[in-house]
């Protein structure tokens, strides 16, 4: 579904809006290139509601029993919810790379680099929040609102230039900005409608160390003792 | 059928994350998304989305009827309700009626929103927007209704269900102009454009509120072909599901 989700959004959203943006060229493949990162983040988010799955089937004992230490669990479970969301998303990156040309494997890399930057983080900011809601009807609000929010207030949609004061203020904190920035420069997008790169780069580090950090401290605590119940 | 509509209406408040999620959407395409692109198109695109917010989010809150059905059928609940002292059509026509009513409680608050950002129309304006965004309602708990009962796998309702959604927002005119469609999507695509319910009613809401496009019988004739067919439809399916349960 959500193969079909990023099609329709390039395939039908992306066409008919592309026919009405003025203020820039080539809004088409703008849009295209943010909706991969978004599509993105909504596979990796998904950790988190398995983690909730995990503790109502008592598979959490299961995983406390293994000889693993718990910082290796949460890492572990980062770096595969990135790898499985960039798995998931291979075939659209690379039907796109295809259509557009891209063959130079340095953009090739970087552009991949960056997604897979920014799914290990969000995983890890997924995770984060599983753990530290106890409750799975505010995981599932504050997720919704993310989901609303975090989007639209992100370069994935429209360049910051064209956002009023202080929805550019708050996409500059948003590493979604970064992340679909840091894509599209990769595959050589026009660079005035992006964010510096290396700045992209800076942000996607402090925020994948950030919450992946968050997320082993808060999953050792929490996972002792029973408290996750 | 009092209480049925009743019942509907109180389970319907028991959504409130699912609302909550909703309605943030909602807000944020408008507050947010809508007010970046004006900056960017040659129109203002913050005015044109209001009344296809309208339309979009009612659309969503008379669906959720479809989650409730599904899972009534899967579990054997039906057969509670054929005990009810009540008719069959009362009982069906009773939560189409409340399917509409839920969307049009949704939708009010988009719509004053709507009002505010564009213009308070004539009373009798108000009248026949609240009546065309019923009957969007009722014909959107048909159709839920149906997929429900038609398909009472959970896993291939909620596809089909998803597969809706995203045709029938994306090939609609709550987003863009019909006129833009026309130039980018080509046959059976374009054709569900047209005669998607969601672009009638949002274009109906923009007519009242805006002027443009212009509302025609045609705009009516259209919404009442489909709220009719749709009724009609879910009420018969619902009956014989509820009948075959027993």
Redesign the interface.
């Known amino acids: 579904?959500r193969w079909?989700?990023a099609i329709?959004?390039i395939g039908?959203?992306g066409?008919?809006?592309s026919?009405?943006?003025?203020?820039?060229p080539d809004?088409y493949h703008y849009y295209a290139m943010g909706v991969i990162v978004m599509t993105m983040y909504s596979v990796a988010i998904f950790t988190g509601y398995e983690i909730y799955d995990e503790a109502d089937d008592g598979y959490v004992e299961y995983l406390l029993s293994l000889p693993i230490t718990r910082r290796e669990l949460v890492l572990g479970r980062s770096l595969a919810g990135g790898l499985r969301s960039f798995i998931f998303m291979s075939p659209i990156i690379a039907g796109f790379l295809l259509l557009l040309g891209v063959f130079d494997p340095w953009k090739v890399l970087a552009a991949l680099t960056a997604l897979y930057g920014f799914a290990f983080g969000i995983t890890g900011l997924s995770i984060t929040l599983a753990v530290g809601l106890k409750s799975g009807?505010s995981f599932?609000?504050v997720m919704?609102?993310l989901?609303?929010?975090i989007v639209?207030?992100s370069s994935a949609?429209?360049p910051q230039a064209?956002?009023?004061g202080p929805?550019a203020a708050l996409s500059g904190f948003n590493p979604l900005t970064y992340a679909t920035d840091l894509f599209r420069w990769s595959l050589n997008y026009d660079v005035r409608y992006l964010a510096n790169p290396y700045f992209a780069v800076l942000v996607l580090v402090i925020f994948l160390t950030t919450f992946n950090f968050a997320g082993v401290v808060i999953y050792e605590r929490n996972l002792e003792g029973g408290t996750w119940k | 059928m009092g209480a049925v509509i009743e019942h509907d209406f109180r389970v319907f408040l028991k959504y409130r994350?699912t609302l909550?999620?909703l309605i943030?959407?909602n807000?944020?395409?408008l507050l947010?998304?809508a007010?970046?692109?004006t900056?960017?198109?040659?129109f203002n695109?913050f005015e044109f989305l209001a009344p296809g917010i309208v339309a979009m989010g009612l659309f969503a809150a008379a669906f959720v009827i479809g989650r409730e059905v599904n899972m009534e059928t899967r579990r054997g609940y039906n057969l509670y309700l054929l005990s009810l002292p009540l008719r069959r059509s009362e009982f069906v026509f009773g939560r189409m009626v409340a399917g509409g009513i839920r969307g049009l409680v949704y939708g009010i608050p988009l719509l004053i929103l709507a009002m505010v950002i564009l213009r308070f129309p004539s009373a009798l304006e108000v009248a026949l927007m609240l009546f065309a965004m019923y009957l969007l309602g009722m014909g959107i708990t048909g159709l839920a209704i149906s997929l429900a009962v038609l398909l009472r796998s959970f896993e291939k309702f909620t596809?089909a269900r998803?597969?809706l959604y995203?045709?029938l927002i994306?090939?609609s005119s709550v987003?863009?102009p019909i006129a833009?469609?026309q130039?980018?999507?080509r046959g059976p695509?374009i054709f569900i454009a047209e005669v998607n319910p969601l672009t009638t009613v949002s274009d109906l809401l923009r007519g009242y509120l805006m002027g443009t496009p212009s509302v025609t019988l045609w705009s009516w004739a259209q919404l009442l072909a489909f709220s009719g067919l749709f009724i009609l439809a879910g009420s018969g399916l619902y009956i014989i599901a509820i009948q075959r349960s027993a």
Do not use: E, N
């Open positions: 579904m079909f989700f329709v959004q039908i959203f066409f008919a809006f026919r009405l943006i003025i203020a820039m809004y009807s599932d609000i919704g609102a989901d609303a929010f639209r207030l949609l429209y064209f956002m009023p929805i | 994350f909550a999620g943030s959407m807000l944020a395409d947010i998304m007010v970046v692109y900056r960017m198109v040659s695109y596809t998803s597969l995203l045709l994306f090939c987003f863009y833009v469609l130039q980018v999507l695509l």
